[in-house]
Every structure is written in C-alpha cells, then in structure tokens.
C-alpha cells in the first residue's frame, strides 16, 4: 500500500498527524519542507499527500502545482491556519481535493485522509478506463440500440437520412456517426444549423457567392456545399428553412447542381445530405410550410433519437461519462454521485434531454461543495421538481413517476385516465413494437418495467434500497441483482 505524506514545518502537525494515522494503520512518511517532498517524489510517489499552505523554502501552492503536474490524479489536502478565501480559491483553482483550516479536528481530519484515499484508488480505476478510445455515443437503453443498429447497417451506404428526435437529443451526434463510418468517412463533415441564420444570409451560408453579388461581397466565398465536396453536409433544424431556400435545395437533391448567388455557371454537387428536424415534418407540409417533394426527398431513411426520458436507464452510465469529462476539462478530481442523487437524477425528465444532463454534469463538478454528490447537492430544476408524492393533493391522483411509453400506433379504448390507464400505454407500445418486427418484445418491456418500478422507488426512499425492496415486496437480494442486470447502478 502506498503511504500518506504529510508536508509541515510545523513540528508538532507532523507528529499528531503521523501517530492518528499510523493508529488507523495507515503508513505514513512526513517531510519538513517542499525540497525534500520533491526529491523523494522522483522515486516515489504517495497515495494521498497533505501539504501546509505556508513553509519556509517553497509555498504549498506551489508545490501542488508542480505535484499535479507530474501526477494529476493524485488527491492533495491543504492544510492552513490562514482561512481567507483567496487561499481557498487558490487550492481548489490548484486541484486540490480539499481545503483544511487549521486549527482542525483530528478525527475530521483523519476522515477527510481516508475519503482522499478512497479517491485515489478510484482514481486509478478510471485511468484505466481511460486509457481506451473515449465512445461516439453512449446508450445502453433499446431504442439507443435500435440507432447503433441502423447506423451500422448504413455504413456502406451514401442514402440520404432523416434524424428526428427532441432538441438536446444528439442528433448531430448521431450524424457524424453516420459521417463517419460511411464510405465518405475521410472527407470533410460539415454542419449548419439553418434556423441559426437569418433568411437574409442563409442562402450565401449554404451556395456561396461570387464577388460583387450584393452589398459587401467584396470577395467570392465558398458556400457550406463547396465546403462539404466528398463528404457529408448536416442540416441541422431543417424544418426552419424558408421556402424559398427549399425550392433550392431540392434542385441540388435532384440534379446535383447549384449556383453560387450571383453566379451564372452551375457547380456540380458531390455531397451526402443528413437532415435533422425536432419538428413533425409531415405536419408542416400540411401547414403548407414545408415543401412535400423536399420532405420525400429527405425522408429516405429516417432516424428517430429517443429523447431521455424513454431511455432512462442509460443516465448513469451517461452522468459518470459527463462527470468525468468535465473534470478533465476544469483540471479536477471528478464528481460521484451517492444513490439517492442519482435516483433523483434517473426520475427526472429532462426538458433538454442529454444536454440538459451534460450541463448538469459540468455545473455539479464546479459548484457541489465536497467529492460524493448528494441529492441535495442537485441543482434548484431538480430539486424543484414535484414528486407524485407531492403532488397528490385533495381531488388529485398522483402523476405516474414511471416513464410514460410513447406510442405512434393506433389508440386502445380509454381507460379514463384511472389507475389502469398506464396498463392501455404499455399495450400501445408493445402494438408499436410487434407491427415493427422488433426482437425480444417481451425482455424489452418487462426491463423497462422493471427500471421503472425501482428507480421510482429508489426515488421515493432516497436511495435507500432496503426501504425500496420492502415497498415494491422483494428482497434485498433480489432488488440488487436487478439493479446490476438493468444497468442502473454507475
């Protein structure tokens, strides 16, 4: 086991320090200065080091710099009798794991070595996980493994596609998948987002134009297709285009060619048009606002991204993933959730799908106050969510915490909305998921009936399983094995 270093030119910290800890069997190595700690860090290393703020020879700001450096997964403690909050700041803006102000507690501090410990072996876990390929995309969940599927059978395919899905669902993620192992995978991937731009200037984004074509067009530039030749153009938010633009873009779809605005020679187009709408596409053509022969051209091959909320289950395999990409990028220790937190999380609905939760992730990393996150460390959207059990007033029946199953097939007679009416839900998508020709029908309901019931229950025991097994009439046995088969524990 790796011993605990302890940094002080305070005689009598070291030694209270050392014999705490030697009586908790912990091996300790104690050093009086930064020159010594350096030195003998060329040959070795500590599982957790506490350093003093303020020693004569080196500054233990310092020091955790030049420690982190070198080893930036390694918890450092930093101990100071001077508690102003620039030297807070200046700690936890070093990575350090935690700030102790002297005088402290033994037995806190004692604690607070122990937690840091525990990190440190955590935290060469996840370098091991780190060391392979990060992942395109995540998803345990069916309807994510329905998307791999198809991504997989298009990959030796050049078809235009269709992605549809919520906004914050990963579309252009699924795109660029879609790019990337597609036989066009080494060209250029180029995005545009057509309700981002005025109308005004989106026809120039898309075709280019030549000198002089308008006021202020004092150079010919090449439009978002010239751009894209041999690869993929995605067009993001499709259904916002202007009709116009899409009589345009039909004829490109069409022939193959387009002119830049103010040009008069045609450009060929050798480009893979991938759409993305959150909008119902067929409404607008209804509406009259999107062009029928545009929506048939586009909709060759067409992607449903589930929004999270259907796909629960892969929130905390997705929470750990943001946890720790946001603390690589902030420089930090990453963030755990306790199990009550992550019940919370799992009960949510996310508006903003996995944004939303991406988002989340990276604000808990800068503002909860210790390593474990705890539910009530979660940000006032969640914690302000109502609960069924909140919401249950006089006159009201609670709203279903379960994730409700969406359903494009035929409506079933109304159950009234009473107590069976999520029974008449579960029906209609098992007729989707039949008239589909999906595998496993009867796994991929009973898991997600399943996730539903514990998640819920977690949720409403604060993450206590014992409490949720005797709820729902299991045992204890039984709701953690369910837990590890569903993948719901991170």
């Known amino acids: 086991m790796k011993s605990i270093w302890i940094v002080d030119d305070d005689h009598s910290i070291r030694f209270v320090l050392e014999k705490a800890l030697t009586r908790e069997g912990l091996p ?13 860090l060329e040959e070795d290393s500590p599982q957790v080091l506490v350093s003093d703020i303020r020693m004569p020879g080196g500054s233990g700001l310092d020091l955790l710099a030049k420690v982190k450096e070198k080893h930036p997964g390694l918890p450092v403690i930093i101990m100071t009798a001077y508690s102003d909050l620039d030297s807070a700041v200046s700690a936890f803006q070093g990575g350090a794991f935690e700030y102790l102000p002297k005088p402290f507690d033994l037995s806190r501090a004692v604690e607070l070595i122990r937690r840091a410990q525990e990190e440190s072996l955590r935290e060469a876990a ?7 390929q990060l992942p395109e995309m995540l998803g345990q969940a069916p309807a994510m493994q329905d998307v791999f599927r198809a991504i997989g059978r298009l990959s030796q395919s050049n078809v235009t596609v269709l992605i549809t899905g919520e906004s914050g669902s990963g579309k252009e993620l699924v795109a660029r998948a879609l790019h990337k192992h597609s036989p066009r995978g080494e060209g250029p991937f ?8 005025p109308k005004d200037l989106l026809e120039s984004e898309l075709f280019g134009h030549e000198r002089g074509a308008f006021t202020g067009a004092q150079a010919t530039r090449r439009g978002r297709f010239e751009q894209a030749e041999g690869g993929t153009l995605f067009l993001d938010e499709i259904g916002d285009m202007p009709l116009d633009l899409q009589t345009r873009l039909l004829r490109v779809l069409s022939d193959g060619q387009y002119y830049r605005v103010g040009g008069h020679s045609p450009l060929r187009s050798n480009v893979r048009v ?3 709408t959150h909008q119902n596409l067929e409404e607008r053509v209804r509406q009259g606002a999107f062009r029928e022969d545009l929506f048939h051209r586009l909709n060759v091959i067409r992607l449903r991204l589930p929004p999270l909320r259907e796909r629960r289950e892969d929130v905390p395999v997705l929470a750990r993933f943001f946890l720790q990409r946001s603390a690589t990028e902030l420089g930090v220790e990453p963030k755990r959730l306790s199990e009550a937190a992550l019940a919370s999380l799992c009960a949510f609905d996310f508006p903003g799908n996995v944004r939303q939760l991406e988002n989340i992730c990276h604000w808990l990393s800068v503002m909860a106050p210790s390593q474990q996150v705890e539910a009530k460390d979660l940000p006032q959207e969640l914690l302000q969510a109502e609960r069924p059990a909140e919401q249950a007033v006089a006159g009201e029946a609670p709203a279903p915490a379960a994730p409700s199953f969406v359903s494009s097939g035929p409506a079933l007679p109304s159950f009234g909305g009473g107590p069976d009416a999520w029974v008449a839900e579960m029906a209609r998508e098992a007729r989707r998921l039949l008239a589909a020709g999906e595998p496993e029908v009867w796994d991929q309901l009973c898991r997600r009936f399943e996730a539903s019931l514990i998640m819920t229950a977690l949720d409403m025991t604060r993450g206590r399983r014992i409490e949720a097994a005797q709820k729902l009439g299991i045992g204890r046995n039984t709701i953690t094995r369910k837990i590890q088969e569903l993948g719901l524990d991170v």
């Open 28 to 40: 300790v190595r104690c050093f009086s200065n930064t020159r010594e700690l350096l030195a003998a």
């Open 126 to 132: 996840v370098e091991q996980e780190s060391a392979a």
């Open 274 to 276: 991938i759409a993305a």
């Open 190 to 197: 180029v995005a545009i987002n057509t309700a981002a731009i």
